[in-house]
């Protein structure tokens, strides 16, 4: 059964720092390329990063660019979310998710979620 679990979030000052991590099963993790999206209060789910399954080529939204990094360890199965100098308008439910095909930016490419981790930002 393909698993994916996100931890990490919580409450936290503008301009401070959280970690998301992503726990994978191995049948999920290797072939996918992994992502991270968000989706904020009367928001639709919007694309934040990810990495690619072959070259750990990265891809941000705009709006994150220079302060968030994602990561992948695929000997533990796990991808990263390094959020720092964090806004107010950062603050949603952030998602993990793997895709096989399609495109990167597109939610809709995404073959499996997690069940989501709150971040909240407060200003």
């Known amino acids: 059964q393909v698993q994916l679990v996100e931890s990490g979030g919580g409450l936290v000052q503008a301009g401070g720092s959280l970690r998301l991590s992503c726990a994978a099963s191995?049948?999920?993790?290797?072939?996918?390329?992994m992502a991270w999206f968000r989706q904020g209060p009367g928001k639709e789910r919007e694309f934040v990063a990810a990495?690619?399954?072959?070259?750990?080529?990265?891809y941000y939204a705009d709006s994150v660019k220079g302060r968030f990094s994602i990561s992948r360890d695929n000997a533990k199965n796990t991808v990263l979310l390094q959020m720092n100098s964090l806004k107010p308008e950062d603050t949603a439910v952030y998602y993990c998710?793997?895709?096989?095909?399609?495109?990167?930016?597109?939610?809709?490419?995404?073959?499996?979620w997690g069940q989501g981790t709150q971040v909240t930002v407060s200003s």
């Open positions: 998710a793997a895709r096989s095909g399609g495109s990167i930016y597109n939610h809709a490419s995404y073959d499996y």
């Open positions: 191995r049948r999920t993790f290797i072939p996918y390329t």
């Open positions: 990495i690619s399954r072959s070259d750990g080529g990265t």
